[in-house]
C-alpha cells in the first residue's frame, strides 16, 4: 500500500526517536503496520519505570503539523502523560520548522532533506559520462565561509582524473549555514553523491571515493560522534539512505591547504559560491 508522506513519517520517527533515547530517557517504536496517509502510532517507553503507552501521531499538510494523542484516550489525563505530549510537541515543531517541511517539497513520496536542484547548480565542468572506465568514482568536497555566507564547492573525477563535473554555490537554508563552513562541506557530499546516482549509468557498480577535509563527514556517518542537531542528523540519515542502495563510499581524508592540488580547487569553488552574488 502506498503511504503518501511515508519517507516524512520515517525520519520523523527516527529523530524523536534519537532525542528521546538521549535526552529524555525514553524509548519510542514505531508500529509500521499503522502507518496511514495522515496518521501513524507509536510505543513509548520510560526506561527506568514501568511505563509504556500507544500515542497515534497525526500530520496536517495544509498547516504542516504533527498532533498527539493517546490510543487509551479514557486513562491518559495525567500530568506525566501530558509532559510526554508535550515533549513529542516541541521535538516536532523542532523538526518541521528545521527542515521547513511542506506538501510542496514532498515529491513522489520521497522526502527530499535537501531540495536544492542539480539543474540550478552552477556547473563549471566538463559533463562527460563515457570517461568513467574504471570502477571507482573520485568526489572532492569543501565548504567554506566568508562574511556570513556559507558556500560549497566539489567536483567529481574519473580515475583517469578527467572532470566529469563540478559545481559550486551559496546556501541560503539558515539553518545550515549556522554550522558555517560546515555546512557547505555537508551540502557538496550529498550533492556530488546526487549527481553520481542520477547521472552515471550503473552507478551501484563503482566504489566511489570521497576526499574532505573536515573528519565530521565521515564520523558522523559512521557514528564515530554523535548528531548534536538537525543539520547533522539529517546528513547522517541521508547518507546512509545511499549505503542502503549497496553503493559503496570510501571515505579519504586530506589535510587542508596541504598543497592537494584538488581539495586546494575545491576550496577555490567553495569561496566563489560563498561570494556568489554578493
Avoid at 513519517?9 to 503496520?33: R, V
Avoid at 511542506?102 to 527530499?112: D, Q, T
Avoid at 558556500?151 to 563540478?166: A, F
Wanted: with cysteine; proline share 1%; charged share 30%.
Amino acid at each position: 500500500m502506498m503511504i503518501k508522506y511515508k519517507d516524512l513519517y520515517i525520519n520523523f520517527y527516527k529523530f524523536i526517536s534519537d532525542n528521546c533515547s538521549k535526552y529524555y530517557d525514553l524509548s519510542i517504536n514505531l508500529y509500521e503496520e499503522s502507518l496511514r496517509d495522515y496518521n501513524f502510532k507509536i510505543k513509548v517507553k520510560k526506561n527506568k519505570e514501568n511505563f509504556e503507552k500507544d500515542i497515534v501521531i497525526y500530520y496536517s499538510p495544509k498547516k504542516n503539523r504533527f498532533t498527539f494523542n493517546f490510543a487509551d484516550k479514557i486513562n491518559s489525563f495525567n500530568i506525566e502523560n501530558e509532559n510526554i505530549l508535550k515533549i513529542l510537541s516541541s521535538l516536532a515543531e523542532e523538526f518541521l520548522n528545521s527542515q521547513k517541511f511542506s506538501e510542496k517539497n514532498i515529491k513522489n513520496n520521497n522526502l527530499n532533506l535537501y531540495p536544492e536542484k542539480l539543474d540550478e547548480i552552477q556547473n563549471t565542468g566538463e559533463l562527460n559520462t563515457q570517461n568513467v572506465n574504471d570502477n571507482e568514482i573520485f568526489i572532492y568536497v569543501d565548504g567554506s565561509y566568508i562574511d556570513g555566507e556559507t558556500g560549497y564547492g566539489g567536483v567529481i573525477l574519473s580515475p583517469k582524473n578527467i572532470v566529469l563535473y563540478e559545481y559550486y554555490g551559496k546556501i541560503n537554508d539558515e539553518n545550515i549555514k549556522r554550522l558555517r563552513q560546515i555546512g557547505g562541506e555537508i551540502e557538496s557530499v550529498v550533492i556530488g553523491l546526487k549527481w553520481v546516482k542520477e547521472n552515471i549509468k550503473n552507478y551501484k557498480d563503482y566504489k566511489i571515493k570521497i576526499f574532505y577535509d573536515y573528519e565530521g563527514l565521515e564520523k558522523w556517518v559512521k557514528g564515530l560522534w554523535k548528531v548534536k542537531n538537525i543539520q547533522t542528523f539529517n546528513y547522517k540519515n541521508e547518507i546512509l539512505n545511499f549505503l542502503n542502495e549497496n553503493i559503496e563510499i570510501e571515505w579519504i581524508k586530506i589535510k587542508s591547504h596541504s598543497g592537494n592540488k584538488w581539495n586546494d580547487y575545491v576550496d577555490q569553488l567553495a569561496k566563489k559560491g560563498a561570494k556568489k552574488n554578493i
